[in-house]
């Protein structure tokens, strides 16, 4: 059997954020960090790229925009903070719906979001990526609908594609 570790940022709600590693992984690892419940970084060095990845567990929907500001606010400090060089990886779940028209937004979003519109929080994922040269991964590949959606309603009526994978643009195509 293979041995996991688990790198969590603890706290004691249901806001937490957590990375599973594979041995290979937890081998690769040269540091780590919880920044808060939301949010925890880990960076790794492979032979090839020094790698940062940072795993997310953005506000709801109906958080004050006070809370979303602070939350993207810690987000921007942690990506000023890596080095331009690091493949930057952002995962989790952002509670983000980015639509089909990504008008302002083609470098970072592709043609393939899920969505009619934008949530609220879909703005402020779409507006983070293009300011830190970001896409989001699962809108540049095609899928059944069905196959996207990360999230059910607690009656399993709605579902939506909340999560996602945003990387540096300049490695989209290691994806």
Not at 33 to 57: C, D, M, S, W
Not at 142 to 159: F, V, Y
Request: proline letters at 3%; one cysteine or more.
């Amino acid at each position: 059997m293979r041995r996991r570790s688990v790198l969590w940022a603890g706290g004691t709600t249901r806001k937490r954020s957590g990375i599973v590693l594979s041995k290979r992984a937890a081998e690769a690892l040269v540091g780590w960090r919880p920044v808060n419940e939301r949010i925890i970084v880990a960076r790794f060095v492979t032979r090839h790229t020094r790698i940062t990845v940072v795993q997310i567990y953005a506000p709801t929907e109906d958080t004050s925009e006070e809370l979303k500001d602070s939350f993207y606010e810690q987000l921007q400090d942690i990506v000023d903070d890596t080095p331009r060089r690091n493949l930057k990886l952002i995962i989790g779940d952002f509670n983000a719906k980015l639509s089909q028209n990504r008008t302002g937004f083609e470098r970072g979003i592709g043609p393939f979001a899920s969505c009619e519109h934008h949530s609220n929080n879909g703005e402020y994922l779409a507006l983070f990526c293009e300011q830190n040269a970001l896409c989001v991964g699962n809108t540049f590949f095609q899928h059944k609908r069905i196959h996207k959606k990360t999230w059910c309603s607690p009656d399993g009526k709605k579902r939506n594609e909340i999560d996602y994978i945003c990387i540096s643009k300049k490695w989209r195509t290691s994806l």
